[in-house]
């Protein structure tokens, strides 16, 4: 089946530097790529909507320069979030559609677990 | 705008016991509607979704949801579970047309005891 893989599986950054998560699809192309925020015991909220070619798409109260979105080519998004700060501390998932439907099956990373010191 | 609500944040169940977990959503256009498992420190698993056609809906590791539009719910059920079935379990749902995006409800954490 469809695979997406996230990278890396978890970091550990210090104040004020800068962290990129990379989302791959290894086996379809995703002309659409969504990234997710997860609080602990909380559920996924959704921070922007990265397409390929163009601006992602970023949720109300989404920093954009903050939470950086490239999405380059029909296999990979990456998410940088710039300046970090603890409270930027959470788990980040990606996902990807393989067809453009909305009912085209989604499939999602195992996620990013990012500690900010 | 489309919300979910999950009525349950914890569900303590003994192993081989049913369980229903549930999930009501709210929205002014039709929806797709989907159920993911969570087991920590992972991505999101697809168990089922709803798209059109009959209300009852099958998918993996045993798992059936019904659709009921008058109720705008759609619960999760399962006849007997496994110690394996302890995760996180969201619903979400998407519009039909238009945007792609998914919301999802709060979360319910199933625990199976032994």
């Known amino acids: 089946g469809a695979v997406v893989s996230q990278h890396p599986s978890w970091v550990i950054c210090k104040s004020g530097t800068s962290v990129k998560i990379e989302c791959r699809s290894l086996?379809?192309?995703?002309?659409?790529m969504f990234w997710y925020r997860q609080f602990p015991k909380q559920s996924l909220m959704l921070m922007a909507t990265?397409?390929?070619?163009?601006?992602?798409?970023?949720e109300q109260g989404v920093e954009k320069d903050k939470f950086l979105i490239n999405h380059a080519s029909l296999t990979l998004s990456t998410l940088t979030v710039t300046s970090a700060h603890p409270e930027d501390s959470s788990f980040y998932i990606c996902?990807?559609?393989?067809?453009?439907?909305?009912?085209?099956?989604?499939?999602f990373g195992n996620g990013t677990r990012l500690t900010v010191t | 705008a489309q919300s979910v609500t999950q009525l349950d944040s914890q569900v303590p169940v003994f192993e081989e016991a049913p369980v229903e977990l549930r999930c009501n959503y709210s929205?002014?256009?039709?929806?797709?509607l989907f159920w993911y498992v969570q087991y920590p420190n992972q991505g999101l698993q697809l168990l089922l979704k709803?798209?059109?056609?009959?209300?009852l809906v099958k998918g993996i590791n045993g798992f059936e949801a019904e659709f009921n539009k008058s109720q705008t719910s759609f619960h999760l059920r399962k006849p007997s579970v496994h110690i394996s079935d302890t995760a996180e379990y969201f619903c979400?749902?998407?519009?039909?047309?238009?945007?792609?995006?998914?919301?999802f409800g709060q979360g319910t954490r199933l625990t199976i005891n032994p």
């Open positions: 979400a749902v998407s519009i039909s047309s238009g945007a792609q995006k998914l919301v």
């Open positions: 996902s990807a559609r393989t067809g453009g439907a909305n009912n085209s099956p989604l499939h």
């Open positions: 990265s397409n390929e070619g163009s601006k992602a798409t970023y």
């Open positions: 709803y798209l059109s056609g009959s209300t």
């Open positions: 086996d379809f192309q995703a002309t659409t």
């Open positions: 929205s002014s256009v039709s929806v797709y």
